[in-house]
Each structure stands twice: as structure tokens, then as C-alpha cells.
């Protein structure tokens, strides 16, 4: 299935002065959502060139250094906030990860933290009520759900202190996984 709602308008964002002045954005929770869709439902294999095509369509900017990295709207600062992976050999797209929010310095981590929250919860609420519940994984560092669709493409969120970033994986990479998986199950765990 094709998503074309990004070709309508970019996606939104909320801008939130915080008490020391410094500015922290987030997208709204129905673009971030919309913004998972828009890849994980994307016709595959989807190439290299379709993956930065879709990328400009949203309004996210490439890294003059490296196509590969780029900055969306909720980028504050130098600091870039997404990547495209792709594939040596085949040149298709096999993951791209982004923000949903700025990424919190230090400094405003206690200030956002309610903000980081707020839009992890929305985000899964959302995906559970479209996949099902996921496979939860925490630990004292990052909070995370991740979902395989019936298309093999993986879609994971995560939450830490710093903020929500999404990770899609294409269907192929759900293949080599289990490759890998029978290869040490094989081999052994140990197998160079």
C-alpha cells in the first residue's frame, strides 16, 4: 500500500520555549504517527533513490557531506537527526531511523522529560491500535516496542531521557536476520 498523505502538506510540529529559554520541538503526535506509516507502508523493495526521494518529499534535508544523513523539522541546532541505510549490493533501502523529537542536551532533560512521554505514549497507543500490541523491551537506559507487520518490515520505537526515535527496517532485512539466526544456531554462537 501506498501512503501519499506526506504529498499533501509537512509534517507538524509543536515548538516548546522551556523555562530557561532554549527551544524544544517535537512533531504532533498524528504526523509522528503518519511518519511511521508513510515508510513502513511504502511498496517494497523500495531503492536508494526512491528512500531520498521520499525523504525531500517530507521536507527532510539531506547533510551536504552525506546523503545518507539528513535533518527534519524538529532539528535544533547542527546536530543531525536521521539516517537512510541502503543496501552495497542491491542499492535498495534496508532502514532508515529519525527523531520524533529534538534530542535533549543535559541541561533539559528534567524540563522535556514529560514531553518525552507524552509522545512515546501517543505514538504507541496509535501503532497498538493498528498492529497489535508489539514486543515490549526496556532496561534502565531506553524503553522500546517494536512491531513485525505481516509485510516483514519492522517498525521500532524507542524511548530514552534524551527523546522518541523510530527505526523502520525493510522487509529483507527481516530475511537476514533469519539467516544469521540459523547460521549460529548451527554453527554455534562462538562461529566467526
Not at 552495497?88 to 531511523?97: P, V
Amino acid at each position: 500500500m501506498q501512503t501519499t498523505s506526506h504529498q499533501n502538506r509537512l509534517p507538524e510540529t509543536i515548538e516548546h520555549t522551556l523555562p530557561d529559554g532554549s527551544i524544544y520541538k517535537t512533531f504532533t503526535p498524528k504526523d509522528a504517527v503518519n511518519l511511521i506509516h508513510v515508510w513502513a507502508n511504502h511498496a517494497w523493495p523500495l531503492t536508494k533513490q526512491q528512500a531520498f526521494e521520499l525523504r525531500d518529499a517530507l521536507g527532510w534535508v539531506p547533510s551536504p557531506s552525506n546523503e545518507r544523513i539528513f535533518y527534519n523539522q524538529i532539528q535544533v541546532g547542527e546536530r543531525a537527526n536521521g539516517s537512510i541505510s541502503v543496501d552495497a549490493h542491491s542499492q535498495n533501502f534496508t532502514r532508515i531511523s529519525f527523531e520524533l523529537t529534538t534530542f535533549a542536551s543535559d541541561e533539559i532533560q528534567l524540563a522535556v522529560e514529560e514531553l518525552i512521554e507524552e509522545l512515546y505514549e501517543a505514538c504507541l497507543r496509535s501503532l497498538q491500535s493498528k498492529y497489535g500490541k508489539g514486543r515490549n523491551s526496556s532496561d534502565e537506559m531506553v524503553e522500546s516496542r517494536e512491531w513485525r507487520l505481516r509485510s516483514k518490515v519492522l517498525i521500532y520505537v524507542a524511548k530514552t531521557c534524551r527523546g522518541v526515535n523510530v527505526t523502520i527496517e525493510a522487509p529483507e532485512m527481516d530475511a537476514l536476520t533469519e539467516a544469521e539466526n540459523a547460521y549460529f544456531e548451527f554453527f554455534g554462537p562462538d562461529s566467526p
